[in-house]
């Protein structure tokens, strides 16, 4: 079974999210017939930016998924998810950078100094940058805890993201309306899932049964370090 | 590249393509677009129109593709996409069409375009055409000045501003069935920038009629101000004595003015004004090209504005 998440699923996920940014890529050098239209900076802008939060969606999505189907399979594939949005603000803002801006700093300066959206959006870059070179095995066991306090703000860059999108929109807000939905359910559930099972734990019922097997099989999986034991509160992780 | 070479002097006129025929009547080409019309389409290959250049009114920068032109548009009445215009105008009916005059003037009352296009003759003119979203095109429009139109209908000295309405069909114009605007659109101008030469009314595009995403059959250019203001599928004009609530001022009147001319020093509150990018300009690496006060036609206009502050009066 691991075998084929890790030889057959992975890399068709993998390959797949690649996918907008190959089509983008084959439109800016005109290659196979694809074209970017009238205004192509400005469609690789919204592209990029479009696909970080979807991105987003799907790697906040993965924990849901685990415990509607009980299978901790989902999981595997939420830090690749996590690096593809990563991947995807990175072409975002370079796009901006060199292509918007011609690479020029201080009209960039200015730009975000004035203009509050642009901010914001580089905020969430930011943290995003933090998250991605933490996100490797070794990073996560030096951290320890202070890993998952600081992956909680995947959390705050969905919303700055919205914001973002929200800001720049000149009237139409439908499209960051619906991200926003989108975000709040995935972030919503995990506040209701954990006022249950706190809940649950305060009635005095027996310890939490399905938190023990999610967490050994993490440390199987090595997504939570293998030293930590059971009990410890790696809830956070699995929910973020 | 110049649009004569797109559509050469001698072929449009051999066709002799009446004026009325040319919006989709009657004329050679119109067999066709008429039989497309009955289907609810546009024609795939619009009538020409017979017009003058004038040289003296554009300016040399080399004009945006038809293709960029009309596919990549503001027209909220058919979606907030640039590509919802092209996609889904085609069935907007556009003849016959009636205007209608009021307010305060002398004569008004309702007219047919194909009348008044019968008593204005065209000329094509190349204008820059700047959005408020920082982008730019060059245009070859053909149209007639504004000011021909409305002395015709002896405006009275309490008309101080001129007020223009879009269609309002939600049937045929998906948009207006959304809230995201206020319906139908509205714009306007001041007498004097009304009846400035530089103010177009415009029914064609390189020497064509006017494709329905570009604002057919009538629609407002004004070449200095950004590009919200060129109102489309224009059905009324009103000569009013007090400043008409025009659609984006009034919908967010902390972003939009009721002059919109476009000014590099005065920012939209949440992006810069001070340059754009130039549509079409065919590679991803184009630079921005900076943003001139009057969108470069200061030296025609400017004098319109003296005493009043830029800053304030956006």
Redesign the interface.
Same mark, same amino acid.
């Given at each position: 079974m691991s075998w084929r998440i890790r030889w057959v699923a992975k890399p068709v996920v993998f390959f797949a999210c690649l996918v907008p940014a190959l089509r983008l890529a084959a439109g800016?050098f005109g290659v196979a017939g694809v074209s970017?239209?009238? !205004?192509?900076?400005?469609l690789?802008l919204h592209t990029t930016g479009t696909w970080v939060l979807r991105f987003l969606a799907a790697t906040l999505l993965m924990t849901p998924l685990r415990d509607l189907t009980g299978s901790l399979t989902w999981l595997r594939f939420r830090r690749m998810l996590g690096l593809y949005v990563f991947f995807y603000a990175v072409l975002h803002f370079s796009t901006y950078v060199f292509? +918007?801006? +011609?690479g020029k700093l201080l009209?960039i300066g200015? !730009?975000i100094a004035?203009?509050?959206?642009v901010l914001i959006g580089f905020l969430g870059f930011l943290m995003l940058i933090s998250l991605a070179v933490t996100s490797t095995a070794k990073a996560q066991r030096r951290l320890g805890r202070r890993w998952t306090r600081l992956h909680q703000l995947i959390y705050i860059v969905a919303g700055l993201g919205v914001w973002h999108y929200w800001?720049?929109v000149?009237? +139409?807000i439908r499209p960051p309306l619906a991200y926003a939905a989108v975000f709040a359910v995935l972030i919503g559930y995990r506040w209701g899932h954990r006022r249950l099972r706190l809940n649950r734990t305060n009635r005095g019922s027996a310890p939490n049964g399905l938190q023990q097997p999610v967490e050994l099989a993490q440390q199987r999986l090595g997504v939570v370090p293998a030293n930590a034991r059971v009990g410890d509160r790696y809830t956070e992780l699995e929910r973020g | 590249m110049t649009p004569s070479d797109i559509t050469p002097e001698d072929r449009f006129i051999s066709r002799r393509a009446m004026l009325a025929g040319a919006l989709g009547f009657a004329a050679v080409e119109s067999l066709g677009s008429f039989a497309g019309e009955a289907l609810g389409q546009t024609p795939a290959n619009p009538a020409a129109l017979t017009f003058k250049q004038n040289a003296a009114f554009s300016v040399k920068d080399p004009p945006?593709s038809y293709?960029?032109i009309s596919?990549?548009n503001n027209y909220?009445e058919f979606g907030?996409d640039?590509?919802d215009p092209s996609e889904k105008a085609q069935h907007l009916r556009t003849h016959p069409w009636t205007v209608t005059v009021g307010g305060e003037a002398e004569v008004t009352g309702a007219f047919d375009l194909d009348d008044i296009l019968r008593q204005n003759p065209l000329e094509e003119r190349i204008y820059r055409l700047r959005c408020?979203?920082a982008?730019s095109m060059v245009v070859p429009w053909v149209g007639f000045p504004l000011a021909n139109l409305l002395q015709r209908f002896k405006p009275t000295s309490k008309a101080k501003y001129v007020e223009f309405k879009t269609l309002y069909d939600p049937k045929q114009m998906p948009g207006e069935r959304t809230g995201?605007?206020e319906w139908p659109y509205v714009e306007g101008l001041r007498i004097d920038e009304a009846m400035h030469p530089l103010t177009l009314m415009v029914v064609g595009l390189y020497g064509k009629v006017l494709p329905n995403q570009n604002g057919a059959p009538l629609r407002l250019v004004v070449p200095w101000k950004y590009g919200f203001k060129g109102i489309k599928a224009i059905v009324g004009i009103k000569f009013v004595e007090r400043v008409p609530r025009t659609t984006w001022a009034g919908?967010?009147p902390s972003e939009y003015g009721f002059f919109a001319n476009v000014n590099p020093a005065v920012?939209h509150? $949440?992006?810069?004004q001070?340059?754009e $990018?130039r549509?079409?300009s065919g590679s991803?690496?184009a630079? $921005?090209i900076p943003t001139l006060p009057f969108n470069g036609y200061g030296d025609q206009v400017a004098s319109l504005y003296s005493g009043l502050d830029l800053r304030r009066n956006f």
């Open positions: 800016a970017l239209g009238a !205004d192509p900076v400005k690789i292509l +918007d801006q +011609d009209a200015k !730009d004035k203009h509050p959206y800001w720049l000149k009237k +139409d | 945006n293709q960029d596919t990549y909220y907030t640039k590509s408020v979203e982008w995201v605007l919908s967010n920012d509150p $949440r992006w810069s001070a340059s $990018r549509i079409g991803i690496f630079s $921005r």
